[in-house]
C-alpha cells in the first residue's frame, strides 16, 4: 500500500516503522536527529518550526537539503520561490544548500541561456554564480526569491541587493563549430586542454535544474 501510495503521489513523504528513533518516524526527521541530535529537533518543534527541503523535493533528504524553518517562512517559500522557480528553468536553476561542516549555505546558479558577469569593466559568460551565506535560512531563502524574480522579470540580477559573504563563479566556453560543423543535440567533447566539455546545440531543448555548491568556496567563509 506505501508503495501504491507513492507511486500515485498520495504520499508525498518517506516513513520508517523503526521503534529506536521514538516518535520521529519521518526520512527528514531521522536524518535531521542523527546529525543535530533529538534535543534540536524537539526543540525546534516547541517552537512550532519545521523541516524545510530547500528544493520542494520531499524525497530529497540529503542533510544539505534540509533546514528548520519557521512555519510562516515555510508558507511563504511555497507560494513564492518554489512555485516560481521551476518557471525559471529555461534560463537557469537556481538552488540553495547548507554545509553541515561549516553550517553556511551557498546559492548556487547554473545558467541554460548566455548570462554575463561585469568584471572591472568586462563582460564575462559565466556557466555558474556560487554565493556563500552565513546560517540565517530567512535571508538566504529571501535573496533566493529575489535572484528568481529578477532574472523571471528582467533577466538580471541586483548583486548589490543581496546578503552574500563571498561569491565564485565558473567561466563559460563557447564552441565555434569548425570546417561547417553542425552541432545538433547534446555531444561530449574535448576542448584545447584535453578537457571533456559538453556543447548544447541550439535545438537541444537542454536545461540546467541545479549545479552542486563550490566546497571550496565554505572554507573561505570560514
Known sequence: ??????????????????????????????????????????????????????????????ISNLSFASNDLNLTKAHSFDKNQPKLLQQAGVNFYKDFGTQQYQITIAFTK????????????????????????????????????????????????????TYSFKEGNIYIPKNNERVEGNQFMTDENGNSVLVVGKDAGFIFNSTPPDKDLYKKGE
Open 1 to 62: 500500500m506505501r508503495m501504491k501510495g507513492i507511486l500515485q503521489k498520495k504520499r508525498r513523504l518517506i516513513y520508517s516503522g523503526a521503534n529506536k528513533f521514538g516518535d520521529f518516524k519521518k526520512l527528514h526527521q531521522i536524518v535531521m536527529m542523527l546529525w543535530y541530535g533529538v534535543e534540536e529537533v524537539q526543540s525546534a518543534y516547541q517552537r512550532r518550526f519545521i523541516i524545510e527541503h530547500h528544493n520542494n523535493e520531499a524525497f530529497d533528504c540529503h
Open 114 to 165: 548566455d548570462y554575463f558577469l561585469s568584471i572591472d569593466g568586462k563582460l564575462v559568460l559565466v556557466d555558474s554564480i556560487h554565493l556563500l551565506y552565513e546560517d540565517n535560512f530567512r535571508i538566504v531563502y529571501t535573496d533566493a526569491n529575489r535572484i528568481v524574480d529578477e532574472l523571471l522579470e528582467n533577466e538580471q540580477i541586483n548583486f548589490r541587493l543581496l546578503s552574500y559573504k
